[in-house]
């Protein structure tokens, strides 16, 4: 795929460029993904079939906010990231 990825452990949590450059993508919990979804539909949108029902989400990138993009890439990296890892971000 062509598109940028970032990645934790070599575990990809998030992408841009998918579908296309209007959009990035984050994988999420599926409970996650629902509150975000619920909040706002406009910009968080679950991928279609079984990769959006295990919580991969695209974010309609020019109309995110900042606040709401740092959430969600938070939660994608934690979704993804070795516990060791964790621990150290929910302790600080």
Do not use: C
Not at 9 to 19: E, N, R, S, V
Not at 57 to 82: H, I
């Amino acid at each position: 795929m062509d598109h940028p990825d970032f990645r934790v452990a070599g575990k990809i949590f998030a992408t841009l460029g998918y579908p296309d450059a209007q959009w990035g993508m984050v994988k999420l919990r599926p409970d996650d993904q629902a509150k975000l979804f619920e909040a706002e539909p406009e910009v968080f949108v679950p991928v279609k079939g079984a990769w959006g029902r295990r919580g991969a989400t695209t974010v309609r990138l020019k109309t995110v906010k900042k606040s709401a993009l740092q959430r969600a890439l938070l939660a994608a990296w934690l979704n993804v990231a070795p516990k060791r890892l964790t621990r150290q971000v929910k302790g600080a």
